[in-house]
């Protein structure tokens, strides 16, 4: 079974800096898919980022970004020039290539100071 | 403005009612699934609807009941429910060929 592990439960970050959080992930598939989402106080579930494990290359969108490291099962978002409205609590999530079930990490919850 | 919308936002139920929960989905999308969401737990998939057929039931408790009449709605009924069931119950789409899944803004429901 895929597992997802964000081992850091909070994070701060002061505005305008970067920020860059950690995700892990265990699979024997070779054909997969990585997210992150964004989940503001309103509770909705917002994509931020995806990537396709085929690809070499880093997704990026705008100021978000990521760190694919497949060989060492690694997904870090990097979030540059931090704003006020990116305190949020943030997932990282696996989908087969097989089927369409995403499996979730616990979160990380990503204050931005003023 | 999502494309996917869930009704009611707030729920308030007691154990021994009868409600649903409402989704629907406005992006052409042919899959549709129902999460839930506790405090302190990983969103857990509960129920996934393909072409209106239920291809996944992640053991789930039959007080919860899934409707999928066409694939653009989805309901959750629930019945008999506990106090810990009391979450957020999150709705997502998506195409079944496609990768991306998209989330409506969840029914916090609450049992007393």
């Known amino acids: 079974a895929q597992t997802v592990t964000q081992s850091q439960p909070e994070m701060s970050v002061q505005e305008a800096e970067t920020v860059t959080l950690s995700c892990t992930y265990d699979?024997?598939?070779?054909?997969?898919?990585l997210f992150w989402y964004k989940q503001p106080p309103s509770r909705q579930m917002i994509l931020v980022i995806r990537q396709e494990a085929y690809k070499q290359q880093n997704a990026t969108e705008n100021r978000f970004s990521v760190n694919f490291q497949k060989a060492a099962k690694s997904f870090s978002l990097k979030i540059s020039d931090s704003q006020l409205g990116d305190a949020a609590m943030y997932f990282c999530a696996y989908r087969s290539g097989a089927n369409s079930k995403l499996t979730f990490g616990k979160g990380i919850t990503l204050s931005v100071r003023p | 403005e999502t494309g996917v919308t869930q009704t009611p936002r707030h729920l308030v139920m007691g154990m021994t009612n009868k409600k649903s929960l409402k989704c629907e989905q406005h992006l052409g999308h042919n899959a549709m699934y129902w999460y839930k969401q506790s405090a302190k737990k990983p969103l857990e998939l509960m129920f996934v609807y393909n072409f209106k057929e239920q291809t996944e039931n992640n053991s789930v408790p039959s007080r919860f009941s899934p409707e999928c009449p066409n694939s653009s709605h989805l309901f959750l009924h629930l019945h008999t429910l506990q106090p810990e069931d009391s979450a957020l119950y999150l709705c997502?789409?998506?195409?079944?060929?496609?990768?991306?899944?998209?989330f409506g803004e969840g029914s916090w429901l609450t049992v007393v």
């Open positions: 699979t024997s598939e070779s054909d997969y898919y």
């Open positions: 997502a789409s998506s195409l079944s060929s496609g990768n991306t899944i998209y």
